[in-house]
């Protein structure tokens, strides 16, 4: 017992769900919902509803990441259900943040836009099917006004739709991957480092 | 959520899994209905068992401000804009086509029978009852554990959230003006709040750690809940019921 | 050396990307039954000693550790830190923090770790009731423990700590934000605990209640241990003064008195000893 779990606590800060993830989860879900009520508040017109998730992602890679979208989903969806038919959105982009994550893509000016624009077109490509099949491109959310234009002028639901996310999805992640990222370089060192990825956005002088 | 207490009766003190099974049939059902009636029928028989539940008028009120708004938004706005032919009438350069409602109502319908079988669900079950059912059934104690304080969290943060924002604008950052103006009172607000509970999360991982949370061993429930034998049988029922369903719905699509 | 039921023997730490250690060759002996009070200025090293002893450090703080950690004579290592949970209880400084966030109501919430162990759910009820009369929170039963005042939340995390009973209480200023009356009680709740045998190990400012409770008092200077010893040899040292250590009025009191030329006892630290010093001298004065 003892060798094993000397050897286990060697380990812990690489662990996929150590406590500090464990922790982590819940103000990220937290954050999203806070972000999603700071953007209808602040009458923004892009959605940061992911900022959590991507954090989560940034931090501890993929699978947690993709279990806190899961979870902001359901949680937003026991009151709200039109939540729930995005939870694959959620989950694929934190797979995509923490896959970036992984591959220290998050650290860097340049490299955030491009995280951003990957996590963009994530975000378009499972979004559209399911605001086209499941709400038939009108959702109420910041971009229906400019899906519904789109429709109004002839085009199809789809094509709007997709248009339309391709704009707001990438002004929308860039700008959540940014904030994600301001929010670590913030977090104090000693913590920040108690995550899987943290180590990357210690700068080393 | 938590503030509403719920009325005590048959219904509402069943086993948060049974409920949770008949909500899964309503949903079944919904999304293999495809006539329009029938979609009626399935949003009257939610509100009657809603109504049976002692909680017609909450359940009406919850659905309204997640999906109402959203379905008479979706009717106005396919009415006219969904590409058809049979126009109904007209206003301006716009035409209403029965297509377009059509497909609005079919649309709308599907989002209040599904989205109202869940909301009917967490409506007569409180979400610290089905997080523990779920971990008695076998969810891991660290994953019942990230749900029910996220349901703590989110408040608390909400609330934090409100207090900076006030904050912020009585120190003259802006939260009016255009859109750019608008973006900029975005991060003060959230990173104050971020940071706060981020540097938080050490004591609390160790405060956890302390009350054993982390130990492979038996543990008591000491607000428990238990499935009682009528329990049982109404999920057994329901599996049947649903099985049945499935059956005759193929039987009918390969004979018509 | 005497072996205690905690000892450390030349212990050096340094947090991971530190420049230096904050504990330096630090060896002490905590004995069962003895309440233990830690002193020094801040960021001298206090609340990382209470993370060495309680075993987060190293597992959780990683960091690098040198020498030697045992509990009952076996390394400390041997356990996970939810293993000793029912051994050693740990208050932190933050009370919000020390708030799980997975129970709903403060009844539930003190009861949480005893959940955890697997009590039996009649011995739980009855525990957290004793508790919470002793903790005067009983009107907090069904609050939600996030909406209490950073006080109430601070009384409830030590509650929680209380109920699981250890043989080791280590306790980072419980009373910070408490006022003088609830601060009062939590000290006697330590000193009943301590006459039911369990040992304390104390961080607090409040040194007047230090010198009232502990036995034996720890100072550390830059992760230094420079004085320990019992509590009437440490706490009398005016010495200490320079280095930026409270000490009790009537440490500072004696010593002006000294210095004023009267003949004033040595190693008088509470107000009790101050007052019956003062009460022999006038008495041999009036004679």
């Given amino acids: 017992m003892t060798q094993t779990n000397s050897q286990m606590k060697k380990t812990k800060n690489t662990e996929t769900f150590s406590m500090m993830v464990i922790l982590l989860i819940p103000i990220a ?98 979004a559209t099917p399911v605001t086209v099949f499941a709400f038939g491109g009108i959702t109420g959310g910041a971009s229906s006004v400019f899906i519904t234009g789109l429709m109004a002028s002839g085009k199809k639901i789809v094509e709007s739709v997709l248009s339309v996310y391709i704009f707001t999805e990438t002004i929308g992640k860039l700008i959540s991957v940014l904030v994600a990222y301001l929010i670590i370089r913030v977090i104090p060192t000693r913590t920040v480092t108690k995550y899987k990825y943290g180590m990357n956005y210690i700068s080393k002088n | 959520m938590g503030e509403i207490t719920l009325p005590k009766n048959r219904i509402t003190t069943l086993y948060p899994l049974t409920k949770c099974a008949f909500s899964l049939l309503i949903v079944l059902v919904a999304i293999t209905t495809f006539n329009i009636y029938g979609k009626l029928a399935i949003l009257a028989a939610i509100n009657l068992l809603a109504a049976l539940s002692g909680v017609w008028q909450l359940f009406n009120q919850r659905l309204f401000k997640s999906v109402g708004i959203l379905i008479v938004l979706i009717t106005l706005l396919q009415t006219f804009f969904y590409p058809g032919h049979d126009v109904l009438f007209a206003l301006g350069r716009f035409t209403a086509t029965r297509e377009g409602l059509t497909f609005a109502l079919k649309l709308g319908l599907n989002l209040a029978n599904i989205g109202g079988a869940i909301i009917w669900l967490f409506t007569v079950t409180t979400e610290k009852d089905f997080v523990l059912a779920l971990e008695k059934q076998g969810m891991s104690a660290k994953a019942s554990y990230v749900v029910l304080s996220t349901l703590q969290m989110v408040p608390v943060l909400k609330k934090q959230s409100q207090l900076i924002m006030k904050a912020q604008s009585a120190r003259g950052v802006e939260t009016e003006g255009n859109v750019f103006v608008r973006a900029k009172a975005f991060v003060p607000t959230l990173i104050p709040l971020v940071l706060s509970s981020i540097q938080g999360t050490e004591e609390r991982a160790l405060t956890l750690e302390a009350r054993g949370f982390s130990l492979d061993r038996p543990k008591t429930y000491y607000y428990d809940i238990h499935p009682e034998p009528r329990d049982k049988m109404l999920v057994t029922a329901t599996g049947i019921l649903a099985v049945a369903y499935v059956i005759g719905k193929v039987v009918y699509w390969l004979w018509v | ?283 041999g004065v009036s004679q």
């Fill in chain 1, 29 to 126: 879900i937290a954050i999203n919902v806070v972000g999603a009520q700071l953007t209808s508040l602040l009458k923004l017109p892009v959605d940061l509803d992911m900022i959590g998730v991507i954090l989560v992602g940034a931090l501890a890679g993929p699978i947690p990441a993709a279990l806190a979208g899961l979870l902001t989903n359901l949680v937003n969806g026991v009151l709200d259900p039109t939540w729930l038919p995005y939870i694959p959105v959620a989950m694929c982009i934190g797979i995509a943040a923490g896959l970036l994550a992984k591959y220290n893509m998050m650290n860097t000016f340049w490299k955030i836009c491009v995280s951003g624009l990957v996590i963009a077109i994530v975000a378009t490509v499972t």
């Fill in chain 3, 1 to 283: 050396m005497v072996m205690g039921l905690i000892d450390l023997k030349n212990v050096t730490y340094t947090y991971p990307l530190a420049d230096e250690p904050s504990i330096k060759d630090f060896t002490y002996s905590f004995e069962q039954g003895k309440f233990y009070a830690i002193l020094g200025a801040n960021e001298s090293g206090k609340t990382t000693l209470c993370n060495i002893i309680r075993g987060f450090i190293p597992d959780f703080f990683q960091g690098e550790l040198t020498g030697e950690v045992l509990f009952n004579q076996e390394p400390l290592s041997h356990y996970t830190l939810s293993e000793l949970a029912p051994y050693m209880g740990y208050v932190f400084q933050n009370p919000f923090n020390q708030i799980t966030g997975a129970r709903d109501n403060v009844f539930e919430e003190i009861a949480y770790g005893l959940e955890n162990l697997g009590v039996a759910k009649g011995d739980i009820e009855k525990q957290v009731k004793d508790i919470m009369e002793m903790t005067n929170i009983m009107s907090l039963a069904d609050k939600n423990p996030f909406e209490l005042s950073g006080g109430q939340q601070q009384r409830v995390a030590f509650a929680s700590i209380l109920a699981l009973s250890p043989d080791i209480f280590i306790i980072d200023e419980p009373t910070s934000q408490l006022d003088p009356q609830e601060s009062e009680r939590i000290f006697d709740i330590i000193h009943q605990l301590k006459n039911a045998g369990k040992t304390i190990i104390l961080v607090e400012h409040k040194i007047e209640l230090i010198s009232e409770y502990a036995d034996e008092v720890l100072v550390l200077e830059e992760g230094r241990l420079i004085c320990s010893g019992k509590k009437h040899d440490v706490l009398s040292d005016i010495s200490l003064k320079e280095r930026q250590i409270d000490l009790p009025e009537t440490t500072l009191l004696a010593d002006a008195l000294r210095k004023a030329g009267y003949n004033i006892p040595e190693k008088l630290i509470t107000k009790e000893e101050m007052k019956a010093a003062l009460m022999a001298h006038i008495k």
